[in-house]
């Protein structure tokens, strides 16, 4: 469809539904190659996008990381955790490897606009937001595991400066995507009796 064309009506899609309601994060531990290709990161990145955008700010941008980009970010994190961390360098090797355990990793950085029209910064820091979970959902369409992940490195200054965030930037999420290797098991979810109200 171009630009132009409208979107058809809301119709009823029971297999969307059962996607929707069996979602489960898959563990980025428990993910190995291959990742999606080229051409498929950038349809999982398209439907990413497709997010609520008060005023289209576009509000947020995506840092790649993939084959040994994986390791150098690996590297810095080995030593910003050991330079802060004098007492724990048993962890070192561990930190180190945090982005190798999936074979794509995506960071989504939440990047506020200026708007002369006022549209309110937390409105685009939930946008961004919906762009990590509009992700999963893409790469798990496309029959990935993936799992949102934020960690210390997603909030350490040091981190952020050397991926190029700017004043006012912040890593929304990680988002690991790869080939599952085991089920995801189910897990207690809320009990919406106490969850909602009427007014």
Known sequence: ????????????????????????????????????????????????????DHRKLAPWRFIIFEGEARERIGAHLGRVFAAQNPDLLDRVEFETQRFMRAPT??????????????????????????????????????GFGAQWLTEWYAYDPEILSHLGLTEGERISGFIYIGTAVTPSQPRPRPDLSIKVSRY
């Open 1 to 52: 469809m171009n630009n132009t064309t409208p979107f058809p009506l809301p119709s009823k899609n029971p297999q969307l539904l059962e996607f929707l309601k069996s979602r489960r994060s898959n563990l980025a531990k428990m993910m190995e190659g291959p990742g999606p290709d080229p051409a498929i990161l950038d349809d999982i990145l398209s439907v990413a996008a497709r997010v609520p």
């Open 105 to 142: 990793v995506v960071g989504v950085v939440s990047s506020p606009v200026e708007c002369p029209r006022g549209t309110p910064e937390w409105e685009q820091r939930l946008s961004s937001a919906i762009c990590c979970y509009n992700m999963c959902l893409a790469a798990q369409a496309h």
